[in-house]
Protein backbone atom coordinates (compact mmCIF):
# COMPACT_ATOMS: atom_id res chain seq x y z
CA UNK A 1 0.00 0.00 0.00
CA UNK A 2 3.00 2.07 0.57
CA UNK A 3 4.25 1.80 -2.84
CA UNK A 4 0.96 2.78 -4.28
CA UNK A 5 1.00 5.86 -2.43
CA UNK A 6 4.74 6.74 -3.11
CA UNK A 7 3.36 6.11 -6.96
CA UNK A 8 0.38 8.26 -6.99
CA UNK A 9 2.09 11.39 -4.96
CA UNK A 10 4.82 11.46 -7.09
CA UNK A 11 2.63 11.45 -10.35
CA UNK A 12 0.65 14.53 -8.85
CA UNK A 13 4.15 16.14 -7.64
CA UNK A 14 5.65 15.69 -11.12
CA UNK A 15 2.40 16.71 -13.39
CA UNK A 16 1.36 19.20 -11.59
CA UNK A 17 5.08 21.00 -11.23
CA UNK A 18 4.49 20.56 -15.16
CA UNK A 19 1.98 22.68 -15.21
CA UNK A 20 3.30 25.25 -13.40
CA UNK A 21 6.46 24.79 -15.73
CA UNK A 22 3.98 25.76 -18.76
CA UNK A 23 4.56 22.13 -20.61
CA UNK A 24 2.13 21.48 -23.26
CA UNK A 25 -1.13 19.99 -22.15
CA UNK A 26 -0.68 16.61 -24.49
CA UNK A 27 2.37 15.62 -22.40
CA UNK A 28 1.61 16.26 -18.81
CA UNK A 29 0.42 12.76 -18.09
CA UNK A 30 4.18 11.74 -19.43
CA UNK A 31 6.05 14.63 -17.11
CA UNK A 32 4.02 12.35 -14.30
CA UNK A 33 5.19 9.17 -15.03
CA UNK A 34 9.08 10.49 -15.70
CA UNK A 35 8.52 12.15 -12.09
CA UNK A 36 7.10 8.66 -10.73
CA UNK A 37 9.90 6.33 -12.36
CA UNK A 38 12.59 8.11 -10.97
CA UNK A 39 11.02 8.42 -7.65
CA UNK A 40 9.76 4.69 -7.28
CA UNK A 41 13.76 3.76 -8.32
CA UNK A 42 15.17 6.04 -5.47
CA UNK A 43 11.99 4.72 -3.26
CA UNK A 44 13.02 1.00 -3.43
CA UNK A 45 16.94 1.32 -3.46
CA UNK A 46 17.10 3.48 -0.36
CA UNK A 47 14.64 1.29 1.18
CA UNK A 48 16.70 -2.02 0.06
CA UNK A 49 19.55 -0.18 1.71
CA UNK A 50 21.23 1.81 -0.64
CA UNK A 51 22.45 5.41 0.34
CA UNK A 52 20.41 8.16 -0.54
CA UNK A 53 23.05 9.23 -2.63
CA UNK A 54 23.56 6.76 -4.70
CA UNK A 55 20.26 5.88 -5.05
CA UNK A 56 19.64 10.02 -6.04
CA UNK A 57 22.26 9.46 -8.74
CA UNK A 58 20.85 6.35 -10.51
CA UNK A 59 16.69 7.69 -10.04
CA UNK A 60 18.59 10.83 -11.91
CA UNK A 61 19.86 8.71 -14.59
CA UNK A 62 16.50 7.05 -15.18
CA UNK A 63 14.87 10.54 -15.32
CA UNK A 64 16.89 11.54 -18.30
CA UNK A 65 16.69 8.45 -20.41
CA UNK A 66 13.31 8.74 -19.94
CA UNK A 67 13.46 12.57 -20.88
CA UNK A 68 15.17 11.78 -23.69
CA UNK A 69 12.26 9.19 -24.78
CA UNK A 70 10.02 11.30 -24.66
CA UNK A 71 11.91 14.14 -25.97
CA UNK A 72 11.94 12.70 -29.45
CA UNK A 73 8.58 10.74 -29.01
CA UNK A 74 6.48 13.81 -28.59
CA UNK A 75 8.94 16.63 -30.33
CA UNK A 76 9.15 18.54 -27.24
CA UNK A 77 12.36 19.85 -25.90
CA UNK A 78 13.83 17.65 -23.32
CA UNK A 79 14.19 20.20 -20.63
CA UNK A 80 10.49 20.09 -20.05
CA UNK A 81 10.62 16.30 -18.76
CA UNK A 82 14.37 16.73 -17.07
CA UNK A 83 12.52 19.51 -14.74
CA UNK A 84 9.26 18.01 -14.13
CA UNK A 85 11.46 14.12 -13.32
CA UNK A 86 13.52 15.96 -11.12
CA UNK A 87 10.92 17.26 -8.95
CA UNK A 88 10.27 14.52 -6.50
CA UNK A 89 14.31 13.88 -6.23
CA UNK A 90 14.61 17.30 -4.84
CA UNK A 91 15.53 17.50 -1.33
CA UNK A 92 13.11 20.17 -0.41
CA UNK A 93 12.60 18.93 3.19
CA UNK A 94 15.77 18.62 4.10
CA UNK A 95 16.58 21.94 3.04
CA UNK A 96 13.95 23.57 5.08
CA UNK A 97 15.61 21.73 8.16
CA UNK A 98 18.67 22.59 7.59
CA UNK A 99 17.76 26.61 7.25
CA UNK A 100 15.63 26.05 10.63
CA UNK A 101 18.63 25.23 11.90
CA UNK A 102 20.59 27.51 11.05
CA UNK A 103 17.73 29.89 12.53
CA UNK A 104 17.87 28.20 16.04
CA UNK A 105 21.20 28.05 16.26
CA UNK A 106 21.65 24.56 15.94
CA UNK A 107 24.84 24.95 13.91
CA UNK A 108 25.34 20.92 13.87
CA UNK A 109 22.51 19.91 12.59
CA UNK A 110 22.47 22.81 9.96
CA UNK A 111 25.73 21.54 8.55
CA UNK A 112 24.73 17.94 8.40
CA UNK A 113 21.58 18.60 6.86
CA UNK A 114 23.22 21.48 4.39
CA UNK A 115 26.17 18.93 3.18
CA UNK A 116 23.28 16.12 2.72
CA UNK A 117 21.44 18.54 0.69
CA UNK A 118 24.20 19.42 -1.62
CA UNK A 119 25.26 16.09 -1.85
CA UNK A 120 21.79 15.26 -3.11
CA UNK A 121 21.73 18.04 -5.45
CA UNK A 122 25.09 17.04 -6.68
CA UNK A 123 23.61 13.53 -7.56
CA UNK A 124 20.72 15.04 -9.16
CA UNK A 125 23.58 17.09 -11.40
CA UNK A 126 25.46 13.99 -11.93
CA UNK A 127 22.87 11.15 -12.98
CA UNK A 128 21.57 14.22 -15.49
CA UNK A 129 24.94 14.26 -16.74
CA UNK A 130 25.88 10.86 -16.73
CA UNK A 131 22.88 9.83 -18.59
CA UNK A 132 23.79 12.69 -21.32
CA UNK A 133 27.70 11.49 -21.42
CA UNK A 134 26.36 7.85 -22.16
CA UNK A 135 24.30 8.18 -24.94
CA UNK A 136 26.61 11.01 -26.39
CA UNK A 137 29.08 7.91 -26.72
CA UNK A 138 26.22 5.36 -27.81
CA UNK A 139 25.60 8.08 -30.65
CA UNK A 140 29.26 7.83 -31.85
CA UNK A 141 30.00 4.45 -31.19
CA UNK A 142 26.67 3.45 -33.23
CA UNK A 143 27.55 6.47 -36.33
CA UNK A 144 24.21 7.97 -35.78
CA UNK A 145 24.87 11.29 -36.48
CA UNK A 146 22.55 14.50 -37.18
CA UNK A 147 23.17 15.64 -40.74
CA UNK A 148 22.74 19.28 -40.40
CA UNK A 149 21.43 20.77 -44.20
CA UNK A 150 22.92 24.31 -45.35
Same mark, same amino acid.
Given at each position: ???????? *??? !?????? %? &????? +????????????????????LLVQEGMDSVPATILAAMLVA??????????? *??? !?????? %? &????? +????????????????????????????????????????????????????????????
Open positions: MEIAAQLV *TSF !IASAAF %G &ILFNA +PKNVLIQCGFNGMAGWIVYFIISRFFSKRYK *TPI !IIFNVS %G &IIPLV +PGGMAYNAMRSFVQHDYINAVQYSAKVMLLAGGIAMGLMFSEVINQIIIKTTGKKKRTQL
